[in-house]
């Protein structure tokens, strides 16, 4: 069981807007830790898609975006590709766990 | 470029040994923390361990603690995992991963080396 909780799957069609959410605890997003993004795509490693909440790699597009408040984080995509599909992961620091990373289970976008 | 270069992967049997190697370049390796992520077949991330960038701490998830070793050799750019007493749930891709500074997150990843522990 992830210390961060992610929707399992979420879908939508093509130029659709989806939100994936991450939902943690006072130990980690509520204690004001960071939470970063990652885009795993199908037989890959993965890639860091958003970092500190809201900031974006050179190279990724203005249709991800991040948003955190209280104890949880979304990821937000707009205008959906084909190529978007794949799992995508928040994860963040937790204090209860000293030097740890911790992640969500992982949420599968499907685009329909 | 940043490359990271995960290698040392196979197939074990329940109760041995095996070590993982990580070749890091096109950054300054000894200015960064850097740490171990496995993924199991079909399964999610899962932070393994960590060490500093001098190498003075090292960190470890419950699941491996007292099992699993994390060291680094700067001057080779090297980081390590020596995993002993291997289990059947060990069994995972291993992912080499730099940490992204000041945030706890991970800005680079290897591209994996796949663990079996199977008899």
């Known amino acids: 069981q992830s210390v961060l909780t992610q929707p399992p799957s979420v879908s939508g069609a093509p130029g659709q807007r989806v939100t994936i959410s991450c939902t943690g605890s006072?130990?980690?997003?509520?204690?004001?830790?960071?939470v970063h993004w990652y885009q795993q795509l199908p037989g890959t490693g993965p890639k860091l898609l958003i970092f500190?909440?809201?900031n974006r790699p050179s190279g990724v597009p203005d249709r991800f975006s991040g948003s955190k408040s209280g104890t949880s984080a979304s990821l937000a995509i707009t205008g959906l590709q084909a190529e978007d599909e794949a799992f995508y992961y928040c994860?963040?620091?937790?204090?209860?766990?000293?030097?740890?990373?911790?992640f969500g289970g992982g949420t599968k976008l499907t685009v329909l | 470029e940043v490359q990271l270069l995960d290698s040392g992967g196979g197939l074990v049997h329940p109760g041995g040994s095996l070590r993982l190697s990580c070749a890091a370049s096109?950054?300054?390796?000894?200015?960064?923390?850097m740490n171990w992520v496995r993924q199991a077949p079909g399964k999610g991330l899962e932070w393994v361990s960590g060490?500093?960038?001098?190498?003075?701490?090292?960190y470890y998830a419950d699941s491996v603690k007292g099992r699993f070793t994390i060291s680094r050799d700067n001057s080779k750019n090297m980081m390590y995992l020596q995993m002993d007493s291997l289990r059947a749930e060990d069994t995972a891709i291993y992912y080499c991963?730099?940490?992204?500074?000041?945030?706890?997150?991970?800005?680079?990843w290897g591209q994996g080396a796949l663990v079996t522990v199977s008899a």
């Open positions: 991963a730099k940490d992204l500074e000041g945030s706890w997150g991970i800005d680079y």
């Open positions: 096109g950054f300054t390796f000894s200015s960064y923390d």
């Open positions: 060490i500093s960038m001098r190498g003075e701490s090292a």
């Open positions: 006072n130990s980690n997003i509520g204690a004001g830790y960071d």
């Open positions: 500190g909440n809201f």
């Open positions: 994860q963040s620091y937790d204090s209860s766990l000293p030097g740890s990373k911790v």
